[in-house]
T-cell receptor, first 123, second 118 residues
Framework: GAVVSQHPSRVICKSGTSVKIECRSL??????MFWYRQFPKQSLMLMAT?????????EQGVEKDKFLINHASLTLSTLTVTSAHPEDSSFYIC???????????????????FGPGTRLTVL | AQKITQTQPGMFVQEKEAVTLDCTYD???????LFWYKQPSSGEMIFLIY??????QNATEGRYSLNFQKARKSANLVISASQLGDSAMYFC???????????????FGQGTELSVKP
């Protein structure tokens, strides 16, 4: 099956520093990647949609200058949390959509493949 | 605007019994997809099952089945023969557009925490 990796899996940083999280599709090309944020015991909240070679589309209420997204290639998208503060501490998950038609089984299938997530703690 | 609602914050089930996790949705689109994901404590999102809005039959994947009632806009997940390893958060999600709208974003419900008792 398709594999998406995230790096780092866990990061602890001081308030005011910037943190970069990488999302890679390892065995397929992803024209679209999504970034989600999840607080403990809560749902995944979509932050932005990232398309290769173009600017990301941010959801309402998400600060684009705070959360910089770059989709430089068909296999890599990065999320940079700039000037991080304790309230930015969260679990960040990316997902990637496979380019082109996906052969789906009788029950359909998930065409978004999720990374394992990155736990960010800002002190 | 599309919306997903899961009204059960937590559920308990005895091992080997079946359990139903509720999900209702709202959308103005005629074409959409419904998904269920499992999230164990490790945080990874595990795809379980998919139902397309035009699929005539309810989706099934092993011990998972989706009770799709289009008129009621509900897509409940049924887990048969619960196992201890089924203990996790379960999320219902919706994507507008047809089955090949791979670029469409997923909107998630609030989640249900399932605990399987031995």
């Amino acid at each position: 099956g398709a594999v998406v990796s995230q790096h780092p899996s866990r990061v602890i940083c001081k308030s005011g520093t910037s943190v970069k999280i990488e999302c890679r599709s390892l065995d397929f090309q992803a024209t679209t990647m999504f970034w989600y944020r999840q607080f403990p015991k809560q749902s995944l909240m979509l932050m932005a949609t990232s398309n290769e070679g173009s600017k990301a589309t941010y959801e309402q209420g998400v600060e684009k200058d705070k959360f910089l997204i770059n989709h430089a290639s068909l296999t890599l998208s990065t999320l940079t949390v700039t000037s991080a503060h304790p309230e930015d501490s969260s679990f960040y998950i990316c997902s990637a959509s496979r380019q082109g038609a996906v052969r789906l089984g009788p029950s359909g299938g998930s065409t978004q493949y999720f990374g394992p997530g990155t736990r960010l703690t800002v002190l | 605007a599309q919306k997903i609602t899961q009204t059960q914050p937590g559920m308990f089930v005895q091992e080997k019994e079946a359990v139903t996790l509720d999900c209702t949705y709202d959308t103005s689109d005629q074409s959409y997809g419904l998904f269920w994901y499992k999230q164990p404590s490790s945080g990874e999102m595990i795809f379980l099952i998919y139902q397309g809005s035009y699929d005539e039959q309810n989706a099934t994947e092993g011990r998972y089945s989706l009770n799709f009632q289009k008129a009621r806009k509900s897509a409940n997940l049924v887990i048969s023969a619960s196992q201890l390893g089924d203990s996790a958060m379960y999320f219902c999600a919706m994507r507008e557009g047809g089955r090949y709208n791979q670029g469409g974003k997923l909107i998630f419900g609030q989640g249900t925490e399932l605990s399987v008792k031995p």
